[in-house]
T-cell receptor
Framework: DAGVTQSPTHLIKTRGQHVTLRCSPI?????VSWYQQVLGQGPQFIFQ???????GRGNFPDRFSARQFPNYSSELNVNALLLGDSALYLC????????????FGSGTQLSVL | GENVEQHPSTLSVQEGDSAVIKCTYS??????FPWYKQELGKGPQLIID?????GEKKDQRIAVTLNKTAKHFSLHITETQPEDSAVYFC???????????FGAGTRLFVKA
């Protein structure tokens, strides 16, 4: 079975641009979470979605938004990119909304110049 | 607020020795404590976890201990091997389950 897949793997943007990152969860998993990992730090929670509804939001500005589709895949959108948005963006899936076991994809490395 | 502190940030051991990583959490509502291993170019992978009603759990060469009173938990790796070299993250999840707080990570080097 395929694991969590994320696209693209790498992305280079300039300040002020917009970016969309995509995630497909493990088959049968209905919950998707997004994390930001800055180099040398642990992942930081951005959003959790379950059954297309937002179940949790971390301490990120409104420039960050996400959605989940009927097939449980998800998109993370970031508007008005800042240099500080440069990071590895990780998607994790789990079987249900209160299942703490997270299965991570390999991430999208975003560089903002 | 919620916080997980992890020590040390870097750990170097000889192959065959043991490695210990320690974490402290702040929110007493946390009841699930996973450990993740992250290799270069990959996402974190769950290696072992423990719930708040358990004091210790072991899986082959890996063990975790939890002291809920002191809000401390630790990862123990015995008989380390070069393939154990990676970054290890401790984490804590609140009882309502949607948010996992990660420590800053420990980079483990196992020298052959």
């Amino acid at each position: 079975d395929a694991g969590v897949t994320q696209s693209p793997t790498h992305l280079i943007k300039t300040r002020g641009q917009h970016v969309t990152l995509r995630c497909s969860p493990i088959s049968g998993h209905k919950s998707v979470s997004w994390y930001q990992q800055v180099l040398g730090q642990g992942p930081q929670f951005i959003f959790q979605y379950y059954e297309k509804e937002e179940r949790g939001r971390g301490n990120f500005p409104d420039r960050f938004s996400a959605r989940q589709f009927p097939n449980y895949s998800s998109e993370l959108n970031v508007n008005a990119l800042l240099l500080g948005d440069s990071a590895l963006y990780l998607c994790a899936s789990s079987t249900r909304d209160r299942d703490e076991k997270l299965f991570f994809g390999s991430g999208t490395q975003l560089s903002v110049l | 607020g919620e916080n997980v502190e992890q020590h040390p940030s870097t750990l170097s051991v000889q192959e065959g020795d043991s490695a210990v990583i320690k974490c402290t959490y702040s929110d007493s509502a946390s009841n699930y404590f996973p450990w993740y291993k992250q290799e270069l170019g990959k996402g974190p992978q769950l290696i072992i976890d423990i719930r708040s009603n358990v004091g210790e759990k072991k899986d082959q060469r890996i063990a975790v201990t939890l002291n809920k009173t002191a809000k401390h938990f630790s990862l123990h790796i015995t008989e380390t091997q070069p393939e154990d070299s990676a970054v290890y993250f401790c984490a804590a999840t609140l009882s309502w389950g949607f948010k996992t707080i990660f420590g800053a990570g420990t980079r483990l080097f196992v020298k052959a």
